[in-house]
């Protein structure tokens, strides 16, 4: 019997442990999940036949050895800082290792040894990163094999509230970990556009902006996302002269939030001193000049060169930002008090559904003619468990899982989703989930 061992059981998880207890039944698998909240583990199980819950602690070594020695694959859903002990006893047990977070250099470092063990350590393969380079790949290496000249490729990626489900002025909700959307994009963002490279510091991510259009939703804007030059490399793209990846949010979102990042309310470094008894109007004054003249309001308004009435005003009033209230958190950083705040205004209702955009754009030259290729993908959720996001996240990391352990893939050493052996079932596997690109190809 094949047993695979997951560890971590928040929200993203719900997709995978489902799609994997399945397909357990015909594979007779037996599915483990490790969180440091039994009952949460539990939940997920729901008593399945095939599933067992267990404490996990990720400090507990000797629980982590155990528990890895006696799997034939890992899978971490784990914060991407806890990753690096759980890989390592892969290795040493030679056991395969699953993530949906970003190759780090410490992961990197034991392709070498990986190799030797005959196992594979997969790394993003989740939605972004993990459904993109799959989707991605599959369009690169069609156009290379038809000897086609790419000269551009962006791609863009949100996780937002479904149209029907967008009843705040932010025009956003939070579908995943809120501290990460927090701290997104901080950093300096590089990519390549038209040959020139382009490094844009995080104080002015949120005004270099593309605006972006899929059929039948109001428009988004996308901005950069991290590091996009080293994907050069990995999808073979070296002499493509524009090359970026970003996020996409609904159209005015990003000038709102840019709001936060000028005041420096998104700074995670320091803690705000007697934070407990400080009210919010206290909070956000504190990060302007010393003025008795003038409101707070007036002079948020005067330090972003906005009107009084503007609407970021409004959007920063509705989520009470001006209020005489105490925040009654001790020892925290403004990105923690800024956490605060939006988690209870920003939070899915019961009956809310997500939903993730995806769009690549291509332009390419082939048989002489030039050609724009896009590809788009919408995926909305269907409760607040089966969410788009826990979907898209899930579903790749279980799919790939069943087709590693059925011998169906055979790759060793730290790979990421970039393969054939990788794209190709998968993708056609999740299309049957009803994740599946639209494609659109005009003459330019």
Known sequence: M????????GRSSFSLIQYLLETAYSE???????????QLAQEKIQNHPNGRAVRFNADNLEICEVLVQNADLVISMLPHFMHR?????????GKHFLTASYLTPEIKALNNKAIAQKVILLNEMGLDPGIDHMSAMQIIDGLKKDSADIRAFKSYTGGLVAPEYDTNPWNYKFTWNPRNVILAGQGTAQYIIRGKYKYMPYHRLFS???EITVSNYDKFEGYPNRDSLKYRVIYGLENTSTLIRGTLRKAGFCQSWDAFVQLGMTDDGYKVENSENTTYRDFINAFLPYDLTL????????FLGVEPDSEIIKKLNWLGLFRDEKI?????SPAQILQHVLEKKWKLAPNDKDMIVMQHIFEYEFDQKQYRRVSSLVVKGEDTQQTAMAKTVGLPLGIVAKFIL????NLTGVQLPVHSQIYEPVLKEMESHG???EEEIEEI
Do not use: M, R, Y
């Open 295 to 302: 409101t707070v309001p007036e002079k948020v308004a005067q």
């Open 328 to 332: 009654g958190l001790e020892n925290v």
């Open 2 to 9: 094949k047993h695979l061992l997951i560890l971590g059981a």
């Open 208 to 210: 270099d902006l593309e």
């Open 85 to 93: 002990p759980i890989a390592e006893l892969c290795v040493k047990f």
């Open 435 to 437: 994740i599946q690109f």
């Open 406 to 409: 059925k011998d169906e893939i």
């Open 28 to 38: 007779h698998w037996l599915i483990t999940v490790g969180d440091s909240n039994l």
